[in-house]
């Protein structure tokens, strides 16, 4: 069974700080790597995402850092922002199925991340 | 503005009841899941489709159903409702293909079985 594994579960962060949130896929037959960002009492959202061919991708204060070799990749927050609290999931994405059916996505279990003022 | 919703943000239901979860999106996407997510397991796969009347089972397709007779509806069933179904349940739809991992979600049912 394919499998995601994020951490850390949870991560206090104080204002101004880096938060980094780690994830480790097994099948490398993944291509696409997305991190969805979800407040308290809304459904997830897409944040950000990395392909397997780049080492880093970054979009304003949010940064993907990807190790093919490691079979790892990263969330780093720069400069965390009370706004930041949210819960955090990795998630990798496999080909479309060649003979028909749906794209899923595979989800970590996510992190509660909080900044403190 | 992209959209997602579903029927209820909250439901209560009885043990043994039949429930119905519903699912609109205005994107024109040709994907929709069904998601179930509860505290320390993050978001697990129930159901997806792909076309309407197509479905396939997710991770943990045991005790619910499906049915999209639209493109822009899909609808979750729980036959019979017992208490281990008590979670949220997430919908979320994307484009068929290459940006099948950009998924759009609502923004979920809270459903407790007494």
């Known amino acids: 069974q394919q499998q995601v594994k994020q951490s850390p579960q949870s991560l206090i962060v104080q204002k101004g700080g880096i938060s980094i949130i780690n994830c480790a896929y097994e099948?490398?037959?993944?291509?696409?790597f997305p991190w969805y960002q979800q407040f308290p009492g809304k459904g997830p959202a897409l944040l950000i995402a990395?392909?397997?061919?780049?080492s880093e991708k970054k979009e304003g204060r949010f940064t993907i850092s990807f190790n093919k070799s490691a079979k790892q990749f990263s969330l780093h927050i720069m400069d965390s922002q009370p706004g930041d609290s949210a819960t955090y999931f990795c998630?990798?994405?496999?080909?479309?199925?060649?003979?028909?059916?749906?794209?899923?996505?595979?989800f970590g279990k996510g992190t509660h991340l909080i900044i403190q003022p | 503005d992209v959209k997602v919703t579903q029927s209820s943000r909250y439901l209560v239901k009885r043990t043994g009841e039949k429930v119905f979860l519903e699912c609109v999106q205005d994107?024109?996407?040709?994907?929709m899941f069904w998601y179930r997510q509860d505290p320390g397991l993050g978001l697990r796969l129930i159901y997806f489709?792909?076309?309407?009347?197509?479905?396939e089972k997710g991770d943990i397709p045991e005790g619910y159903s499906v049915s999209r007779e639209k493109k822009e509806r899909f609808s979750l069933i729980l036959e019979s409702a017992s208490t281990n179904q008590t979670s949220m349940y997430l919908c979320?739809?994307?484009?068929?293909?290459?940006?099948?991992?950009?998924?759009?979600f609502g923004p979920g049912t809270r459903l407790t079985v007494t």
């Open positions: 979320a739809s994307s484009l068929r293909g290459r940006q099948s991992w950009e998924q759009y």
């Open positions: 099948n490398t037959a993944f291509d696409y």
């Open positions: 990395i392909r397997p061919d780049v």
């Open positions: 998630a990798a994405s496999l080909p479309m199925y060649s003979g028909g059916g749906a794209d899923g996505l595979t």
């Open positions: 994107m024109d996407h040709e994907n």
């Open positions: 489709s792909y076309d309407v009347k197509m479905k």
